[in-house]
């Protein structure tokens, strides 16, 4: 992922010189903004009082809260567009399309990246507040309103910890035979925990 | 879970006064042995040199390096004990067995201390493999030999990583409406999970 920070040699938007100033500016201030009110309750007016200028400068340079949210932290990717993907296709098969997503996402360069995400969102308090609001907000809630099933909040809540928990202890803990394992079979075997948790009646 | 360190009200097992100084020496070394060389590699034999004790003095105060380790890490259970427990009863109902052991350990007094010890194992590198060493040797190890199935450990894995996950999900990241969630309904919904990753074939 490329950093948020522009070079002189790469801008070339035409912008005023004294913008590359305030970038950096920006970006420490909504790090700041979201881990002391949570990614919910920060607002971009707070973020723009923070670091000093106009909400106007902050919109023209990162566009919507999602979006300057994925700068601050510097995600190297950004899970709404791949959830959009995930939801187009056989709704039967969509296990498999998310365990397959998520293993060539962390198999990817992008995945020392989320390591590091994850790592500072268990061991630090209000970074797992912002990543779990972020996610509930900004990720999860536009699955849930897709689906359509019953108990949809629920549903992705257990997703979410096979997912965490595969990234975990594949990517992170390392523990084998997992962390070795070739990715279609982890795939194979790890998909209809997913399509159950998503799609199945819940027995109860 | 009693504090390792001995209090002098509490011993009364007549050893000589000099002792109660050694015990913080030796857990201090077992740590740092521990996430030097990791869980398989550190010996008894080390972790003594290193606290300039006699080894004997060390099997006396501890018994068997599994024991030392769990004083080392102040782990508030021997999950070697639960896991016997759990093998024991019918193997049909395991996977729920296992879910409900589960999240009655993290929602008693012990979960915090499991909480900080997953948090240092995800955000520092030495205690994620000392722990991954220590969980596949002394934890995983005798499940697989009783389980008696084909590719038992890595069954074993993926048992790990969506109980690990869930942990993440709800005590450390508390996302909801998982955090909230009761504990019987959980159980309900992911014990078939579990079932499946141990004992059901997988398709390949």
Chains 1, 2 share one sequence.
Not at 105 to 110: E, G, K, Q, Y
Request: aromatic share 6%; with cysteine; net charge positive.
């Amino acid at each position: 992922m490329a950093a948020p920070r522009p070079t002189p040699g790469r801008r070339g938007r035409g912008r005023p010189a004294g913008d590359s100033d305030t970038r950096p500016a920006i970006l420490a201030a909504a790090r700041n903004c979201f881990a002391e009110r949570g990614y919910d309750r920060a607002t971009i007016r707070d973020i723009a009082a923070t670091a000093g200028v106009d909400p106007a400068l902050l919109h023209h340079h990162f566009g919507t809260k999602h979006e300057l949210f994925l700068a601050a932290m510097r995600l190297p990717i950004d899970p709404t567009d791949i959830v959009r993907g995930l939801l187009a296709g056989d709704p039967d098969r969509l296990g498999e399309r998310i365990v397959d997503t998520f293993l060539t996402v962390w198999d990817s360069p992008a995945g020392a990246a989320l390591a590091g995400m994850v790592r500072s969102a268990v061991s630090h308090e209000p970074s797992s507040r912002m990543l779990s609001e972020f996610m509930a907000t900004s990720v999860l809630a536009p699955v849930v309103k897709q689906l359509g099933v019953r108990d949809a909040k629920m549903r992705v809540s257990y997703v979410a910890s096979q997912l965490f928990g595969l990234a975990l202890v594949r990517y992170i803990l390392r523990l084998e035979p997992l962390a070795s394992a070739k990715r279609d079979r982890v795939v194979t075997d790890v998909a209809p925990s997913i399509q159950r948790y998503l799609t199945e009646p819940f027995t109860r």
